[in-house]
């Protein structure tokens, strides 16, 4: 825990230095107010039982009563002070916090996203990560503030009754200890339970979510998938309450200790009291002081209860925050590219020791039509991530006009070549926005865009409402189906025609109509376009006014060649569209 409790001050001296430090300064200064009140009230005690005897209050007395109210109101304003520092500190941690993640997830290499370990640490960090830090640190903080008033107090035992000390040490060390012991094993339940707990949500997640639990519903597979949260959760909590038992048993040891301190304490107290050793006022100032102890340790357990969980969720953040970032692009490129060519290029997926291409070699034409054919399964869609630079081959090397695409990086590549994926992303924006991630350039040119919309087939839906929300979002926003959502990424090819564009399946989610429409616009298209496209493409009818078909199978390029001399060669292709064909036919 002390290796968390580390990274947490370091995560709040980068995002939040001066009102971190101040918090501090002001958790040291409340530290100092319990014993020095302690001491106040011994001296105005001892002054009024003077008083009750001889009539008379000692000369300092009114001035002890205005340090004491001094006391109050510097506390008073010390605690308004604490509650402002953590509104600051809660705002500049959450501002630069949310930046730097941001920042870390734009720069993390794509491929290490799927990583078990990567997926670990974001699992683990809660969707409010500057919350945790900062209820953390405020409860860290409490403890710190803790252990000066035991230290103050300390002193003051020593000053005015030593027999106190060795209790003291005694019963506190060992409240400290049972109280610490329980926070450890609810911090290993949690560190163990991480993964656990990742797939007990995702089950969940299946039970909740308005799809998954459609289909679910359809299939009468709902009572299968809760039976495996149940089994999950019921695992979890099998720990847990082992973990409970033992947590018990230490805070009931907490309780025996608690016990022999208040009753041994107030022996000492009572003896002293007796012998004349301890005046009215210092007996009732240290009993007072003795029950506060109890009731402080006491609750330390409900005040940080869950502070060994933030502490790692804090700490699984640092170390998220600390992984080794994608290398910046040392080249830039200054214009339209014209070829790709693949050398040798062999590739596997993280965690995986089956390679899906397999010393692949070929050249693309960036002016070309281009359809890429082939069976679920044969690299298609890993083919274009690696063009993109999304991920990096295992063996071999990609060209870009004869330079290895590894020294641009994704975003450089962005310039020359960008791609509509088939698991496309609706983002829950405007129509306007939506469209204009084609070319940034177009968002104000609504010429443009509604041109766009009209390749697609949706100008007369959704061509007047270029500014209107999309999606659940906002009350006012409006939601597509499936494939008018698909139509809408598919404009973006029409607005970005000075670059090479990347289709994947474009079309799986339209009708037949819809699909032969925006196959006619593609077509179109290469009359206005500087550019070539690379299409991905299930049906074969899409490559009949191709360029060049390259057809992929097993890892490696199969066949390529024009539709013609695909069939002459009455190869796969050959193959494939004969039996296509042969259905549309029947």
């Not at 009750?52 to 205005?66: H, I, K, N, T």
């Not at 298209?525 to 992929?552: K, N, P």
Request: glycine share 8%; charged share 25%; net charge neutral.
């Amino acid at each position: 825990m002390y290796r968390e409790i580390k990274e947490l001050l370091k995560l709040a001296a980068v995002h939040a230095p001066l009102y971190g430090f101040l918090k501090l300064f002001c958790t040291f200064l409340s530290a100092l107010f319990v014993p020095a009140n302690a001491l106040l009230l011994q001296r105005i005690l001892d002054g009024l039982v003077s008083f009750s005897c001889s009539g008379r209050l000692p000369a300092d007395w009114y001035r002890d009563l205005v340090w004491m109210a001094g006391l109050l109101l510097g506390e008073g304003l010390l605690t308004g002070t604490d509650g402002l520092l953590a509104v600051r500190f809660e705002m500049q941690v959450t501002d630069r916090l949310e930046t730097r993640l941001m920042e870390k997830l734009r720069n993390l290499e794509y491929s290490r996203m799927e990583e078990p370990q990567i997926q670990d640490l974001l699992s683990g960090i809660s969707q409010n990560p500057s919350r945790e830090i900062c209820s953390a640190f405020w409860k860290l903080s409490e403890g710190l503030r803790t252990a000066g008033t035991l230290a103050g107090m300390l002193a003051i035992y020593l000053w005015k009754a030593s027999g106190l000390v060795p209790v003291f040490v005694l019963c506190m060390t060992q409240m400290l200890r049972k109280n610490g012991r329980a926070g450890e094993l609810w911090f290993a339940l949690y560190e163990k339970q991480t993964r656990s707990q990742r797939r007990g949500r995702y089950y969940g997640r299946l039970l909740t979510g308005k799809n998954s639990l459609t289909e679910l519903k359809i299939f009468q597979a709902v009572p299968y998938v809760q039976k495996l949260w149940e089994l999950k959760n019921r695992e979890i909590q099998q720990e847990q309450k082992g973990t409970l038992h033992q947590m018990l048993a230490a805070l009931l040891g907490k309780s025996f200790w608690s016990v022999l301190w208040l009753f041994s304490s107030v022996a000492v107290l009572a003896a002293g009291f007796y012998r004349g050793t301890l005046s009215a006022g210092t007996f009732a100032m240290l009993l007072q002081s003795v029950l506060q102890m109890a009731q402080t340790v006491t609750g330390l357990f409900e005040v940080f209860g869950n502070l060994p969980e933030e502490l790692k969720k804090t700490g699984l953040l640092r170390k998220f925050l600390m992984l080794e970032e994608e290398e910046k692009a040392k080249d830039h490129l200054s214009g339209p590219a014209g070829r790709i060519q693949f050398d040798r290029v062999s590739f596997s997926y993280p965690q995986s020791r089956q390679p899906i291409l397999k010393d692949l070699s070929f050249t693309l034409d960036l002016r070309e039509r281009t359809v890429l054919v082939g069976e679920n399964g044969s690299g298609k869609t890993t083919l274009t991530a690696l063009m993109l630079g999304l991920y990096r081959p295992t063996e071999g090397r990609i060209l870009l006009d004869g330079r290895d695409i590894g020294t641009y990086g994704p975003e450089e590549l962005g310039k020359v070549m960008r791609a509509v994926f088939q698991d496309f992303v609706p983002y829950q924006l405007t129509v306007r926005e939506n469209l204009a991630f084609g070319d940034m350039k177009s968002l104000r040119q609504d010429q443009r865009l509604r041109q766009a919309l009209r390749c697609v087939g949706l100008e007369a839906e959704l061509g007047e409402t270029l500014d209107a929300p999309l999606g659940k979002t906002e009350k006012e926003g409006r939601d597509l189906s499936g494939g008018q959502w698909q139509r809408l990424a598919a404009g973006r090819f029409f607005l970005a025609d000075n670059v090479y564009m990347i289709l994947d399946e474009p079309t799986a989610a339209l009708d037949p109509l819809g699909e032969e429409h925006l196959h006619q616009m593609l077509c179109r298209a290469e009359e206005t376009r500087r550019r070539g496209f690379l299409l991905i493409a299930h049906r074969l009818s899409h490559a009949l006014t191709a360029d060049r078909i390259l057809v992929l199978a097993d890892g490696k390029i199969a066949e390529q060649g024009s539709h013609q001399e695909l069939m002459e060669a009455g190869g796969m292709y050959c193959s494939m569209f004969r039996q296509q064909a042969q259905w549309y036919g029947e």
